[in-house]
């Protein structure tokens, strides 16, 4: 009989958190649904207490998704559980994850206490919490820094609480392998109670030690693993989910079973890679562009001899089709759906495959090879939908020797705004003609402009960073043209602009 690995995806917290990463609740509900199709167990859908968009995407998530538990982070404060509690009521299953530093770094620091203190802070949180739901997950903050034996101390009380699931965090990323599947076999042998609860690994990538810390973890006693889709973070991010569950699965010998459906792992990842706006490296394993890509002579040779003899998975086992189905000017919209269903992206409105049809024909007319990531940007383009302010049109002049001059229209909630100026280049002359139009005190701090693949065709990727009333604001925008990416990518801003 082989044991059960409970898969605890953090992607719309943690990885969440990344600046640029951030997600609206439409975007986090797409995911969740996507993440619920994978099989993951339970979604970690926000820290409520921490922004009213955080606390209503937990709310628009529980309704949104049927069978994964929902969790809530919280800090082992009362205030934080209410919330969390509060954010979770329409949830048919729910989490509390509540937890604090025990390091004692983060003990003096952090807290300015001592360990008998932390100890009971977290007894009080957990029998809080546990007044409210029947699943109370504690976590130790910095575990993977703090010594076994109090470490054991507060996981033997936190359980004797009513903890049902207890996280052992490397939250630096700093354990080696063999030193975290000791910790986790030091609790398991000497915590009284422990059988009571789920131990669970939560292992950052500072030296990229994350997922083998995680399966050490495993191997130690562990039964949850918290993961994100493309191991997105803090820092150098989190436990790869796709990492372990393939692990796992070609390491059937561990005798340990995930309840994942590897097959939706590639379109999982290209979803989250896109709308986080965050690249996967090609070389990621699993699930990065060269992950199945045999290169040199003496490796292509081997493959077709026997694909055994340099693949250790089969592509088809991640969800990476085999592409037959080349889009291009000719390909029609069943084409066209069926490629966004296996990229992770349903859409059943048969208005919206049509906007998103037409706009990539307009595409591929320009463009040689469409290629997913195009796609991708072509299906997220429809988030602008209920975009508040939307580019109406934009029309640049520029050269070698002149001024450039851009004349620019806006459809602010249905009423057409225009404006002209000049500028010391086309993006700056369109961006002064935006401002005369949105009198607001913005400023431009980051600007960065990446081709989606290659040729002078392609569409251009802008990202932007704009500060507004003391906040940063981050956006994007996609196009073959691009100043009017450029454009976009501020009108995206713009439209998360915060009422303070
Ligand atoms: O890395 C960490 O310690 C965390 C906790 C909040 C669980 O993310
Ligand atoms: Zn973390």
């Known amino acids: 009989?082989?044991?059960?690995?409970?898969?605890?995806?953090?992607?719309?917290?943690?990885?969440?958190?990344?600046?640029?990463?951030?997600?609206n609740t439409v975007e986090k509900i797409q995911v969740a649904k996507q993440l619920e199709s994978l099989g993951v167990d339970v979604i970690e859908a926000g820290f409520p207490i921490?922004?009213?968009?955080?606390?209503?995407s937990v709310i628009e998530i529980s309704k949104a998704v049927t069978w994964p538990t929902i969790c809530a982070?919280?800090?082992?404060?009362?205030?934080?559980?209410?919330?969390?509690?509060?954010?979770?009521?329409?949830?048919?299953r729910k989490r509390i994850h509540t937890g604090i530093g025990t390091s004692d770094s983060h003990i003096k620091y952090k807290f300015n206490s001592n360990r008998e203190e932390i100890i009971e802070r977290a007894v009080a949180a957990v029998k809080y919490a546990r007044n409210f739901v029947d699943d109370v997950e504690f976590y130790a903050e910095d575990a993977g820094r703090t010594d076994n034996e109090y470490l054991a101390r507060v996981v033997e009380a936190v359980v004797k609480a009513g903890a049902t699931v207890v996280n052992i965090p490397d939250?630096?990323?700093?354990?080696?392998?063999?030193?975290?599947?000791?910790?986790?076999?030091?609790?398991?042998?000497?915590?009284?109670?422990?059988?009571?609860?789920?131990?669970?690994?939560?292992?950052?990538?500072?030296l990229g030690m994350a997922t083998a810390n995680t399966l050490s973890g495993v191997l130690g006693g562990a039964r949850q693993v918290e993961v994100t889709v493309n191991g997105i973070g803090e820092r150098a991010g989190n436990t790869s989910l796709e990492e372990i569950a393939m692990i796992l699965k070609c390491h059937k010998h561990l005798n340990i079973e995930t309840n994942i459906n590897t097959t939706k792992i590639y379109p999982v990842s290209r979803m989250v890679s896109s709308l986080m706006n965050m690249p996967v490296q090609p070389n990621k394993a699993v699930v990065g562009r060269n992950a199945f890509a045999h290169s040199s002579g003496i490796h292509q040779d081997g493959v077709l001899k026997n694909v055994g003899t340099y693949e250790i998975m089969n592509p088809k086992d991640v969800g990476l089709d085999d592409n037959s189905i080349v889009l291009t000017a000719r390909s029609g919209r069943a084409a066209l759906k069926y490629r966004l269903k296996v990229l992770g992206v349903s859409v059943e409105d048969d208005k919206k495959v049509d906007n998103i049809y037409q706009a990539f024909l307009r595409l591929a007319d320009k463009k040689k090879d469409v290629t997913d990531d195009d796609i991708l940007v072509l299906a997220g383009a429809d988030r602008t939908a209920?975009?508040?302010?939307?580019?109406?049109?934009?029309?640049?002049?520029?050269?070698?020797?002149?001024?450039?001059?851009?004349s620019i229209g806006l459809d602010i909630s249905g009423q057409k705004f225009e404006a002209a100026a000049s500028g010391n280049g086309p993006v700056d002359a369109a961006i002064k003609a935006l401002k005369k139009i949105i009198l607001k005190q913005m400023t431009l701090k980051e600007f960065t402009i990446q081709a989606i693949s290659k040729g002078s065709d392609d569409v251009g990727k802008v990202h932007m960073q704009v500060e507004?009333?003391?906040?940063?604001?981050?956006?994007?925008?996609?196009?073959t043209d691009i100043v009017t990416a450029s454009v976009e990518a501020y009108i995206d801003c713009i439209n998360k602009f915060r009422v303070k």
Do not use: W
């Open 1 to 23: 009989m082989s044991d059960r690995l409970f898969i605890f995806d953090t992607t719309l917290r943690d990885g969440e958190q990344v600046p640029g990463c951030q997600l």
């Open 50 to 56: 921490s922004s009213p968009g955080d606390f209503n």
């Open 73 to 92: 982070l919280t800090r082992a404060v009362q205030k934080d559980i209410d919330v969390a509690v509060d954010s979770l009521k329409y949830a048919k």
């Open 171 to 206: 939250t630096t990323g700093y354990c080696l392998p063999q030193e975290y599947y000791e910790k986790i076999k030091y609790l398991k042998e000497h915590v009284d109670g422990i059988d009571n609860a789920i131990i669970s690994t939560h292992c950052h990538n500072d």
């Open 386 to 406: 209920s975009h508040a302010v939307k580019l109406d049109y934009l029309q640049v002049t520029t050269g070698l020797g002149v001024r450039s001059v851009a």
């Open 468 to 479: 507004y009333d003391g906040s940063l604001y981050y956006g994007f925008g996609a196009n």
